[in-house]
């Protein structure tokens, strides 16, 4: 088992920039983030891959970039240039022997 723990949302304007943390509480290799918005359906933000690369969805490619500090077993998500439609609860997610385990979740709002 792991324990995953998110931060870093919050409120900011379209353009703006947020970098989102997740502490897990063991090293883990295939860690990234998801996120939902009301009324859809949980979406594949960034990850790295069990394969070692790093995957983003086609809406925030240029945009985010996950990054990882394997010393202090957490995964960033840096976020840049944020619009409106990234508003979200964002989970962070890590995949144990093909179990996936998810945090608690970090609201991200965008206004415009």
């Known amino acids: 088992q792991v324990q995953l723990v998110e931060s870093g949302g919050g409120l900011v304007q379209a353009g703006g920039s947020l970098r989102l943390s997740c502490a897990a509480s063991?090293?883990?290799?295939?860690m990234g983030w998801y996120r939902q918005a009301p009324g859809k359906q949980r979406e594949l933000v960034a990850a790295?891959?069990?394969?070692?690369?790093?995957a983003y969805a086609d809406s925030v490619k240029g945009r985010f970039t996950i990054s990882r500090d394997s010393a202090k077993n957490t995964v960033y998500l840096q976020m840049n240039s944020l619009k409106p439609e990234d508003t979200a609860v964002y989970y962070c997610?890590?995949?144990?022997?093909?179990?996936?385990?998810w945090g608690q979740g970090t609201q991200v709002t965008v206004s415009s």
């Open positions: 997610n890590a995949v144990i022997v093909q179990v996936p385990y």
């Open positions: 063991r090293n883990i290799f295939t």
């Open positions: 790295f891959t069990s394969s070692g690369t790093t």
